[in-house]
């Protein structure tokens, strides 16, 4: 069976990656691996190149060539995937295909790939962000499944709500339990050689991305948390690029001139897996409103400090602070995911998105129900 997946960005490849060596060892499965979005885009670190670099063949690239980051680009890179993923599934014969989470270019794919009739396996589903246009791509990604793989109960029960057959919605915990399990995690000082920075006496990862579905409020959010930071001189930065949704770029020429101004900071495209969960376990805080602060970061129960509405109705863990974008809210949860009474509470908190295994569950039940996938699917009604 070949099996195509599609990934967009530095984010869902580094959830995907477990289950993409399972695929590849897997005789009865042929891995085809499309890469677009961002990977493909200098300005955001040519991440394909991690793909590769890890012992993956990438058979189809394709780049939209990203100018800006507005509402009218987003647009017409829907636009451009659309022919160019369903072109891409033909030519690899494609007989499933797996999507995680819920960008615009899953999406596009998703539209492609249904149009075809192609089944399609979903992984993340069911999540809510209040604050992105993920949100109704995610749902609608949903609809285009023919099989649903969620990280807890919760969303598995969102999934089946949205109409979806409960014998095809699968409640396997988080692929970033895999990753962790797979990775031999770098020390504090073979990290601090790696990136030039010193984790002493305070550091934080920093990830602040767009919020999509409110106007023209990003840039300013971000400089809030920019001057929250005042408040705190000797808490050491490490801050990652923001995506590609709208206003993308114009965050990064703020963080980039943030950073240039402020010592004890530095900028980094993407860190790989690898590097990403090393600097989870060593930081004293995540910051911002990545949804890594709400599903990765909880595994090394150190706080999240996440602002505002764009991952408003996930499932939170007790170490996710979550605040309002005004410089005083963001200084006073900060003061808190600092505060050692805290700290100490949330080293007995349990992790809520499973336990290991996700990789190797949902290839085995893909292995299961392939052969019984109706395109023509029921919609399931609630009594």
Do not use: W
């Amino acid at each position: 069976m070949n099996i195509a997946v599609v990934t967009s960005s530095r984010a869902d490849y580094g959830i995907l990656k477990p289950l993409l060596f399972e695929i590849e060892k897997n005789k009865n499965f042929k891995l085809q691996i499309i890469a677009t979005g961002t990977h493909l885009e200098k300005q955001f670190g040519n991440t394909y190149l991690q793909i590769e670099k890890d012992g993956f063949e990438i058979l189809k690239k394709i780049k939209l060539g990203v100018k800006n980051t507005s509402v009218d680009e987003i647009n017409n890179s829907i636009g451009k995937l659309i022919p160019n993923v369903s072109k891409a599934f033909s030519e690899l014969k494609t007989d499933l295909v797996i999507l995680l989470g819920d960008r615009f270019e899953i999406f596009a794919s998703a539209i492609s790939a249904y149009v075809l009739q192609i089944p399609i396996v979903h992984i993340h589903g069911g999540e809510t962000s209040a604050g992105a246009f993920d949100e109704g791509f995610r749902h609608s990604i949903t609809k285009l499944s023919s099989l649903h793989f969620v990280i807890c109960e919760e969303y598995r029960k969102r999934v089946i709500q949205l109409g979806e057959n409960p014998k095809t919605v699968f409640n396997v915990g988080s692929l970033a339990i895999d990753n962790l399990n797979a990775e031999k995690l770098l020390s504090a000082v073979e990290l601090e050689k790696e990136l030039n920075f010193k984790f002493k006496p305070t550091a934080a990862l920093v990830t602040y991305h767009p919020v999509t579905l409110e106007k023209n409020t990003s840039l300013q959010h971000l400089k809030n948390l920019f001057e929250a930071f005042k408040a705190f001189p000797d808490l050491n930065l490490i801050i990652n690029k923001s995506n590609s949704d709208t206003d993308g770029i114009l965050l990064n020429k703020e963080i980039e001139n943030f950073v240039s101004k402020r010592k004890n900071a530095i900028l980094v495209d993407s860190l790989g897996t690898k590097k990403f969960l090393s600097t989870l376990k060593n930081v004293d805080l995540m910051i911002g409103n990545s949804s890594a602060g709400i599903i990765e970061m909880p595994m090394f129960k150190h706080p999240t400090i996440n602002i505002g509405d764009r991952q408003k109705g996930r499932y939170m863990a007790e170490s996710v602070i979550s605040c309002g974008v005004e410089v005083a809210q963001i200084e006073k949860a900060i003061k808190k995911g600092l505060n050692k009474k805290f700290i100490e509470q949330i080293k007995t908190s349990k992790y809520p998105f499973g336990k290991s295994g996700a990789a190797k569950m949902i290839l085995n039940q893909i292995e299961k129900s392939y052969a019984s996938i109706n395109l023509k699917k029921a919609f399931y009604d609630l009594h």
